[in-house]
């Protein structure tokens, strides 16, 4: 049993997550609230705690690193409770870093509490939390993209006010995007990932965000057609395989709009829903959807760094977002990364 904690304290709490490529040119990383390091800690007691809550859940010693945040003023089991959401939220957001590929996965809540102003280790034991399914990602760089480490620090230090509307919303996204990564049902994990598209892309309450989704896989349409220079519009349309893959698309991301309404409405599951596509279309969409959505957060992550603060604002400048810090062009991407990617026969790594 968990013992009571009756008086408020200043904790700092660690959680263990097994990340064995950790790529990092310091040790500690400092992301905002958090702290990502292999180093031992060296208040006493700490490494007892970490032996003890590797024990208790059954978990051989890994090669892990330690997240460590500060929670002030609260009870112990207050502060466990809130540094677990900050550092899942972290763990989320920490894939949009430019770094190389990376797993990271939490090791169920293992770690400790160390309570700074009695300065006593305690380890995380199973019975701090109510079962869940372990949180993590794996990180999917763009190989184009690069995002300063300044928009996620304060993203993720600062009062959620800060960015406003679009800072809200990507928070809410990659919240999304988490939940589906662990989805094994493909209805729940289609509703969750078109969940995520649309915190992020839609503007209006009946707005079809289907023309932003195809815009953000390289095919321009409506007004983000309109916001691309000439230039990159002309070369993106002699790509080939322009017009059958976007016909194609957009009856795929029709159907998968249809299908996120069957799910919320009528309580379809997988099981319903597969009689709705060909076997193949259902690899296609969903390989679709897995390009879409790092595309959008990255989008959103430029809007921010341009002060953007609205969802709205973010597409009103569609083509200024999308072409910062692009290394290619969008049609040597759409050729080489979006179409070869789609094309590609049915893998046992498809998610499915």
Not at 66 to 72: G, M
Not at 212 to 228: H, N
Not at 256 to 264: Q, Y
Request: charged share 25%; proline share 6%.
């Amino acid at each position: 049993m968990t013992e009571p904690s009756v008086m408020n304290s200043d904790y700092l709490v660690a959680f263990l997550l097994v990340c064995p490529g950790f790529a990092c040119s310091r040790d500690p990383f400092a992301l905002g609230a958090f702290e990502f390091t292999r180093r031992p800690d060296p208040m006493p007691g700490c490494e007892n705690a970490i032996a003890e809550s590797l024990e208790d859940f059954g978990l051989a010693p890994a090669a892990f690193i330690r997240v460590r945040t500060y929670i002030l003023d609260a009870t112990r089991h207050e502060g466990i409770r809130v540094a677990r959401l900050y550092v899942r939220e972290a763990v989320s957001l920490m894939a949009h870093l430019s770094m190389e590929a990376v797993s990271v996965d939490q090791l169920r809540d293992a770690g400790y509490t160390f309570d700074l102003r009695r300065s006593h280790a305690q380890p995380l034991r199973p019975i701090d939390h109510s079962p869940r399914r372990p949180t993590g990602f794996v990180a999917k760089i763009d190989e184009i993209g690069h995002h300063p480490d300044l928009v996620l620090n304060t993203l993720l230090s600062v009062s959620p006010d800060t960015y406003g509307e679009l800072g809200q919303a990507v928070r809410r996204s990659t919240h999304w995007s988490e939940l589906a990564r662990h989805a094994d049902d493909s209805g729940e994990r289609l509703m969750l990932r078109w969940m995520c598209c649309e915190t992020l892309a839609r503007v209006g309450v009946d707005e079809d965000i289907s023309p932003k989704l195809l815009s953000l896989l390289g095919f321009p349409s409506g007004k983000c057609g309109e916001k691309l220079p000439q230039r990159e519009r002309a070369a993106i349309g002699a790509v080939p395989g322009y017009r059958e893959w976007r016909r194609r698309l957009v009856m795929l991301l029709d159907k998968a709009r249809d299908m996120r309404n069957s799910i919320v409405h009528a309580g379809f599951r997988e099981i319903e829903l597969r009689s709705k596509l060909t076997s193949e279309d259902w690899v296609v969409l969903n390989r679709a959807m897995t390009l879409v959505i790092p595309r959008l957060q990255a989008l959103a992550f430029n809007a921010l760094e341009l002060r953007i603060t609205s969802v709205e604002r973010m597409w009103d400048d569609f083509g200024t977002c999308v072409l910062r810090h692009r290394e290619i062009p969008l049609a040597s991407e759409l050729e080489g990364t979006i179409i070869y990617t789609l094309d590609q026969q049915r893998s046992p790594f498809d998610d499915l």
